[in-house]
C-alpha cells in the first residue's frame, strides 16, 4: 500500500489581489455541483429544488441566493449549485433529494471561483468584458456567459456591501484560471493609464 496522500490544491493558491478600489480574491473552501434537469421533467425538477431549497430553480441568466446557497443558472435546463461546504456532502444531498428529477455531478475542482469587489470595479469591467455590465443592463442576480480576455466564463452580479461599488463572482474553467486572472488584473484599477 502507497505511503502516499494526495490532498486538495487551490488552482490559484488563495490568489488575492488589491487595488485602489477594487479587490480580486479566489474563493476556496466552495462546493460547485452542475444539476441537469432530467428531459420534459421541469415540474418535477423545480419541485424538488423548492424542497431542497425552498426556491425554484432560476430562470436563464439569472441567480437565487437560498440561505448560503447560490444557485446559479449556467446552461439550458442546468443550474450550478454552490455552498460553501464538502462537495461530497452536497453532492449526496442533491443526489437523494433530486432523485430521477435530475443529473448531479461534482465539479468543484474543474471551476475557479473569483469575487470581484471595490469602488473602482466597474472601471476594470468596462475594458475587459465587451457587454454591458452597468447595473441597469445587468442587476443584482444577474448572470452571464462571457469572456475575459481570451477565456471564457460566467459573471454573476452580487449584492454589494455598504460603500464597496460593485461586486462580481467569477467562475472560469480551472485549466484556464490564471489567464482569467491575467485579463483582470492587467488592467484598469490593477494598473493604472
Not at 60 to 72: D, F, L, P
Request: charged share 25%; proline share 3%; aromatic share 6%.
Amino acid at each position: 500500500m502507497t505511503k502516499y496522500r494526495l490532498t486538495h490544491d487551490h488552482a490559484l493558491g488563495g490568489f488575492d489581489a488589491k487595488a485602489d478600489g477594487a479587490h480580486l480574491t479566489e474563493q476556496t473552501g466552495f462546493a460547485i455541483i452542475a444539476v441537469t434537469m432530467a428531459n420534459g421533467g421541469k415540474r418535477g425538477f423545480n419541485s424538488a429544488m423548492k424542497k431542497i431549497f425552498g426556491t425554484p430553480a432560476p430562470e436563464a441568466n439569472q441567480m437565487v441566493i437560498a440561505g448560503k446557497t447560490r444557485i446559479i443558472a449556467s446552461a439550458l435546463d442546468q443550474v450550478f449549485v454552490v455552498e460553501k461546504t464538502d462537495p461530497e456532502t452536497l453532492e449526496a444531498k442533491l443526489v437523494k433529494g433530486l432523485g430521477k428529477h435530475a443529473t448531479v455531478t461534482n465539479q468543484s475542482d474543474g471551476w475557479v471561483m473569483l469575487e470581484y469587489a471595490g469602488q473602482r470595479v466597474h472601471e476594470g469591467m468596462e475594458r475587459i468584458s465587451m457587454n454591458d455590465t452597468s447595473i441597469e443592463a445587468f442587476p443584482i442576480g444577474g448572470v452571464m456567459r462571457a469572456s475575459i480576455e481570451h477565456v471564457n466564463g460566467i459573471i454573476c452580479r452580487e449584492k454589494a456591501k455598504k460603500g464597496e461599488g460593485d461586486r462580481f463572482l467569477f467562475l472560469t474553467q480551472r485549466s484556464s484560471a490564471a489567464s482569467f486572472v491575467h485579463g483582470i488584473i492587467d488592467t484598469v484599477p490593477f494598473i493604472e493609464d
